[in-house]
C-alpha cells in the first residue's frame, strides 16, 4: 500500500489534507513540523510522497525537505503553501520540492499531483510547478 506523509502545524490545513487523500486509499502518516516529517524519514518508514507545509515551527519545509532530500532524494516533495509564490517559487525549487500547490488546494488539483508523483520512475517532476 502507498503511503502519503502529511507535514502540515495547522491542525485545520492537515485534516483537509487528509480528508482528500484518504480518497485515494493510501496510508497516511501524520507530522506536526518538520522535524517530525525529517524523523519519519529516518526511520524508515515507507513514504511514497510528501506534503509540506513550508511556514512552521520548530523546523520550516524549506530545511525539511533540504535535509529530506539528503537522505532520500527520490521521495517526491510537494509543497502546500500560502506563501506569496512570486517571492517564493525559487527558494521552494532550491530546497528540492518537486511541485508548488497553493493553499487552499482543490481535491482535485492535489489528487492530480499526487497521482502524478506516484507514476512509476517519475524522478523528475520539475514540470509539476504550479501557482
Known amino acids: 500500500m502507498k503511503a502519503i506523509l502529511i507535514v502540515d502545524d495547522d491542525e485545520t490545513s492537515r485534516l483537509y489534507a487528509e ?11 501524520k507530522a506536526d513540523n ?5 524523523e519519519a524519514v529516518k526511520a524508515g518508514n515507507e513514504i511514497d510522497v510528501i506534503l509540506m507545509d513550508m511556514s512552521m515551527p520548530v523546523m520550516d519545509g524549506f530545511e525539511a525537505t533540504k535535509i529530506i532530500k539528503s537522505l ?3 521521495i517526491p516533495v510537494i509543497a502546500l503553501t500560502s506563501l506569496n509564490l512570486a517571492r517564493q517559487k525559487k527558494r521552494m525549487k532550491d530546497a528540492g520540492c518537486d511541485m508548488i500547490l497553493n493553499k487552499p488546494v482543490k481535491a482535485e488539483v492535489l489528487n492530480e ?8 520512475g517519475n524522478t523528475n517532476m520539475g514540470k509539476g510547478y504550479t501557482a
Open 113 to 120: 499531483a499526487i497521482k502524478e508523483s506516484m507514476k512509476p
Open 19 to 29: 480528508l482528500i487523500v484518504r480518497q485515494t486509499g493510501v496510508n497516511i502518516l
Open 72 to 74: 532520500k532524494k527520490n
Open 34 to 38: 518538520g522535524l517530525e516529517a525529517v
